[in-house]
DNA sequence: GTTTGTTGTGAATTAAACTTCACAGGTTGA
DNA sequence: TCAACCTGTGAAGTTTAATTCACAACAAAC
């Protein structure tokens, strides 16, 4: 786990790492909102601790960019006691959470762990669900259904089954069931079946490998 | 099956086309390598037959380009009968075949039907090594083991095994054995496991879907 | 209103993938 | 030389994936 702090109260700034250091955490330290966008660029930080009030960039913007360009790291702000408003912003720009100054160590450390745990679930999630596509585009069936749809746009079952040549249809439900509970193809309402978001992504991807396996 | 035929003489270019149409191959025509060129950067071939002499850019040099652009795409080359080094610089360049004028319709015809046959057996081959890479990405464990020896270079049986936190090293034997048959990792002659060139297509390729799907 | 075609479900079977186990040759180091 | 470790094979067992089969609800067509 690698933390980021970011403060211009230097005193601060290095109690925090102390305190994070001594519980096996894994950190860095940045003065300024733009100092810290840099260091993101150049490694990945699982978690960023960051003032809401500092100079020149704002807590605030440093965290929107943040968002914008590293979805996937968690910011926790640290707001003044009193500004429940400056919370609440902070959340709605993406903040995971929020801690208000001043803090016993102890709800730091809560508040660090929970969020944490959160993207630990989040990750093991996103894991499962990249087995299911991965799974689901092992098989040449499945393929050729997914490269169908994105030729011809969506398409019946028995459309499907009769382009691949399959005499059982439920042979061809089974395998739809598949891509659906990947999210990689999804039904409307008159059950005609079509890519999804994802799927235009995985076609995307599928492509993309049989380009570079082909050659 | 989709044709094009290169011939700078306007009476054999129909004649062919005609031979060609009866059989029931779809077919083109261009009467210059340079027109032939943009006809198949704007569509797929299957197989270009081209005359070896042509005005302006010879059918060598026209060979040449499209063996470069377009590798999937086989091509005959017609040549002079006395010609025989023409040929063979046309097999150096990539040629599939020649076929030597004045020619029998029939041998004609059954040339085609070779370099046809040819085409079939090496597209077949090819879905076979895709199937397999397909196959060999599906488990999590094997895309493990493709991302250590990516990141930290060639490995040993057991320090793989000991880095993926397996007690029985037989397992990892199972799967770096269907890594190595669908020749993304090699071995060398100190038994050390590390990626083969297409391994490192297929890293890339994980990589781009591992991206793309977490998002 | 009976037939024909579509779109499924759920159970049973078959096939494929994966794991575990017993064993064995080869190397290294004491 | 003997013990300890590495690397692997082949068979047996387990688990998961895929196929097949029997059946049914519903819609459209005749």
């Known amino acids: 786990m690698k933390i980021l ?8 700034r290095s109690h925090l790492v102390d305190i994070l250091n001594e519980e ?3 950190t860095d330290f940045a003065s300024s909102g733009k100092e810290a966008l840099e260091k993101c ?18 807590g605030n913007e440093a965290l929107k960019e943040l968002r914008k360009h590293h979805p996937r790291t968690k910011v926790i702000m640290i707001t003044a006691f ?23 160590i102890d709800d730091f450390l809560t ?9 630990k679930f989040e ?20 393929r050729n259904i997914l ?7 969506p398409m019946r079952l028995m459309e499907i089954t009769r382009e691949l040549g399959i005499e059982d249809h439920t042979k061809v439900v089974f395998h739809l069931k598949i891509l659906k509970e990947a999210t990689i193809i999804e039904q409307d309402n008159e059950r005609v079946y079509g890519l999804s978001e994802a799927g235009y992504k995985t076609i995307e991807c599928l492509k993309k490998m049989e380009q570079i396996l082909l050659d």
Chains 1, 2 share one sequence.
Request: no cysteine; proline share 3%; net charge negative.
């Open 82 to 104: 009193a500004s429940v408003e400056n919370a609440v912003d902070a959340i709605k720009n993406g903040a995971s959470d929020y801690i208000s100054k001043p803090f016993k």
């Open 41 to 58: 660029q150049a490694q990945t930080f699982d978690i960023v601790l960051m003032d809401f009030m500092m100079p020149k960039m704002s």
């Open 5 to 12: 702090i970011v403060d211009d109260d230097a005193e601060l």
């Open 123 to 142: 990750n093991r999630v996103k894991k499962l669900d990249q087995d299911k596509a991965f799974n689901a585009i092992a098989s040449p069936i499945r």
């Open 24 to 26: 096996g955490y894994e």
């Open 111 to 119: 508040t660090i762990r929970r969020v944490i745990e959160e993207t």
């Open 147 to 153: 490269t169908m749809l994105s030729d011809s746009g």
